[in-house]
């Protein structure tokens, strides 16, 4: 590694300590766009990457709540607004209890790539609390909700920042915490993205980012002479990324074989069909049971728990030719990589954010693995979200058609943004680079335009 890489990581860890998701995600970026900095010392003289490893603000607060039997709780919310450059603040919350200021700056940190990939006017952010929506009622769900708005409404907008949805903010999340934002400030506004269809939402967005997914590695089998028709898919996780991301699989005549949960995964070599996967959907999405119960229910398939302790995911040694990691970040290490090259893996393409550990990207790309990176190859939800805006802004509604025509369109441009960065720079098939380099350039540019903000 140069010493200019090592020396900014450096600094940026002294300046944020324990906060390793942050420092892989900034490490990733400053590595891919050296080659780009020494070509153009503008951006070195503008101080445009630190800049960027700078959020523009970070709001962090208390929300106290009281569960059903009286007791009150208090959590942390935040908000992370890491650029503006490119347009309001955009990007989900995430409710989980392994949420810490260093993960959604990471998170925030990828958004701004992301979004400035979809060609769409959006900046960057991300936000969340430490709540866990498992195991609560509905209607602790909803107190949590209006406690977290309670402090959240200040700090948003239609124009400012436009929040969605991300691990365990969905629907219903989304629906709680819009209501008593109308409430407080009086206003029906596209504030967050993943509203219901029927109050300001848009089609296709809760199935956008899986779909994308699975167009973006259609995408890279294409443009090296493939199809993704016919392939054996596997698919970790079982939330609102994977399961669309198997629907669209079926869709395109794929096999996928595995889902996953935070307790193991399931593998169902006869394929999670379309009737199959309407199931997986019921007992995920609205019973919100635990994906064990799919090998009960249908025969042929197995459960495998997970065991905390092991070095690898055994989800990853699956014989199969392509790959989705929808899950979370870091599930995917190097001996999962090396399983997956051993099993005949041509593609993967990360649906969760940075799911990949960097010693697995690294084997994967220089193995010759068609590779899809989440700021690239998960993007069709947050470009899905600013079709919401765009809708919203226009007091319009858009069919599904439209949507999922301009959903395609979008993912086939950001493919192609990846692609001819990396070629640009002699890269070859470095779509992990490309994307990085792509989304920078814009950013940076609208961040000289814009003088030393
Ligand atoms: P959901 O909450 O709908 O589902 C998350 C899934 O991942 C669940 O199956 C959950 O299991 C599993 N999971 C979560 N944490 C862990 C963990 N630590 N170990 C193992 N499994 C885990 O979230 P989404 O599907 O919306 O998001 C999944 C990923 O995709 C995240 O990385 C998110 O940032 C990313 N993403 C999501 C977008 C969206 O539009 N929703 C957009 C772009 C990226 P369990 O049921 O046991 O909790």
Redesign the pocket.
Request: hydrophobic content about 40%; overall charge negative; proline content about 4%.
């Given at each position: 590694m140069s010493t200019f890489v090592e020396s900014f990581v450096a600094e940026v860890e002294s300046r944020n300590p324990a906060q390793p998701e942050f420092i892989q995600a900034v490490r990733e970026v400053v590595e891919s766009v050296e080659p780009v900095l020494e070509k153009r010392p503008a951006y070195r003289e503008a101080k445009i990457l630190e800049r960027l490893v700078e959020p523009e603000r970070v709001i962090m607060f208390r929300v106290p709540w009281t569960d059903d039997s009286g007791e009150i709780h208090v959590n942390r919310g935040y908000r992370v607004q890491a650029s503006s450059a490119l347009g309001p603040y955009k990007g989900?919350l995430?409710f989980?209890p392994?949420v810490t200021l260093g993960v959604l700056k990471f998170?925030a940190f990828e958004q701004i790539f992301k979004n400035s990939l979809t060609n769409l006017p959006i900046g960057g952010g991300k936000g969340g609390a430490d709540f866990d929506p498992?195991g609560k009622s509905d209607q602790e769900v909803m107190r949590f909700c209006q406690s977290f708005m309670t402090e959240l409404h200040r700090h948003i907008g239609p124009d400012t920042d436009v929040p969605?949805?991300?691990?365990?903010v969905?629907a219903r999340e989304i629906g709680y915490l819009f209501g008593h934002y109308k409430r407080l400030r009086n206003e029906f506004t596209g504030v967050l993205t993943g509203k219901g269809v029927d109050w300001g939402g848009s089609l296709i967005r809760t199935e956008?980012?899986g779909y994308g997914a699975v167009c973006f590695a259609a995408e890279m089998l294409e443009a090296s002479g493939d199809t993704i028709a016919g392939k054996t898919c596997v698919v970790?996780?079982?939330?609102?990324?994977?399961l669309h991301a198997v629907e669209e699989l079926n869709r395109l005549g794929a096999k996928p074989v595995t889902l996953?949960?935070?307790?193991g995964f399931i593998h169902d070599p006869g394929g999670i069909t379309e009737d199959k996967l309407a199931w997986a959907k019921d007992l995920?999405l609205k019973k919100r049971g635990?994906?064990e119960e799919y090998a009960v229910r249908f025969s042929g398939a197995t459960y495998h728990a997970?065991d905390r302790g092991a070095d690898h995911n055994p989800l990853w040694s699956v014989e199969a030719q392509c790959a989705f990691p929808?899950?979370?970040?870091n599930?995917l290490n190097e001996i999962d990589a090396q399983n997956l090259i051993e099993g005949g893996c041509r593609a993967v393409a990360e649906?969760?954010?940075m799911?990949c550990t960097p010693g697995a990207v690294h084997l994967l790309v220089e193995s010759g693995v068609l590779f899809g990176p989440?700021k690239a190859a998960?993007a069709g939800?947050?470009a899905v979200s600013a079709l919401e805006m765009a809708q919203n802004s226009q007091r319009l509604s858009w069919t599904r058609e439209e949507v999922e025509e301009r959903l395609r369109a979008i993912m086939r441009g950001i493919f192609r943004r990846c692609a001819d960065a990396a070629e640009a720079h002699g890269l070859g098939r470095n779509y992990a680079a490309g994307a990085n380099i792509a989304g920078f350039v814009k950013v940076a540019d609208a961040m000289l335009d814009q003088g030393h903000v």
């Amino acid at each position: 590694m140069s010493t200019f890489v090592e020396s900014f990581v450096a600094e940026v860890e002294s300046r944020n300590p324990a906060q390793p998701e942050f420092i892989q995600a900034v490490r990733e970026v400053v590595e891919s766009v050296e080659p780009v900095l020494e070509k153009r010392p503008a951006y070195r003289e503008a101080k445009i990457l630190e800049r960027l490893v700078e959020p523009e603000r970070v709001i962090m607060f208390r929300v106290p709540w009281t569960d059903d039997s009286g007791e009150i709780h208090v959590n942390r919310g935040y908000r992370v607004q890491a650029s503006s450059a490119l347009g309001p603040y955009k990007g989900g919350l995430r409710f989980h209890p392994t949420v810490t200021l260093g993960v959604l700056k990471f998170l925030a940190f990828e958004q701004i790539f992301k979004n400035s990939l979809t060609n769409l006017p959006i900046g960057g952010g991300k936000g969340g609390a430490d709540f866990d929506p498992k195991g609560k009622s509905d209607q602790e769900v909803m107190r949590f909700c209006q406690s977290f708005m309670t402090e959240l409404h200040r700090h948003i907008g239609p124009d400012t920042d436009v929040p969605a949805g991300d691990i365990g903010v969905g629907a219903r999340e989304i629906g709680y915490l819009f209501g008593h934002y109308k409430r407080l400030r009086n206003e029906f506004t596209g504030v967050l993205t993943g509203k219901g269809v029927d109050w300001g939402g848009s089609l296709i967005r809760t199935e956008a980012t899986g779909y994308g997914a699975v167009c973006f590695a259609a995408e890279m089998l294409e443009a090296s002479g493939d199809t993704i028709a016919g392939k054996t898919c596997v698919v970790s996780g079982s939330g609102n990324v994977a399961l669309h991301a198997v629907e669209e699989l079926n869709r395109l005549g794929a096999k996928p074989v595995t889902l996953s949960d935070s307790s193991g995964f399931i593998h169902d070599p006869g394929g999670i069909t379309e009737d199959k996967l309407a199931w997986a959907k019921d007992l995920k999405l609205k019973k919100r049971g635990r994906i064990e119960e799919y090998a009960v229910r249908f025969s042929g398939a197995t459960y495998h728990a997970a065991d905390r302790g092991a070095d690898h995911n055994p989800l990853w040694s699956v014989e199969a030719q392509c790959a989705f990691p929808c899950a979370t970040q870091n599930e995917l290490n190097e001996i999962d990589a090396q399983n997956l090259i051993e099993g005949g893996c041509r593609a993967v393409a990360e649906g969760a954010n940075m799911p990949c550990t960097p010693g697995a990207v690294h084997l994967l790309v220089e193995s010759g693995v068609l590779f899809g990176p989440g700021k690239a190859a998960n993007a069709g939800g947050v470009a899905v979200s600013a079709l919401e805006m765009a809708q919203n802004s226009q007091r319009l509604s858009w069919t599904r058609e439209e949507v999922e025509e301009r959903l395609r369109a979008i993912m086939r441009g950001i493919f192609r943004r990846c692609a001819d960065a990396a070629e640009a720079h002699g890269l070859g098939r470095n779509y992990a680079a490309g994307a990085n380099i792509a989304g920078f350039v814009k950013v940076a540019d609208a961040m000289l335009d814009q003088g030393h903000v």
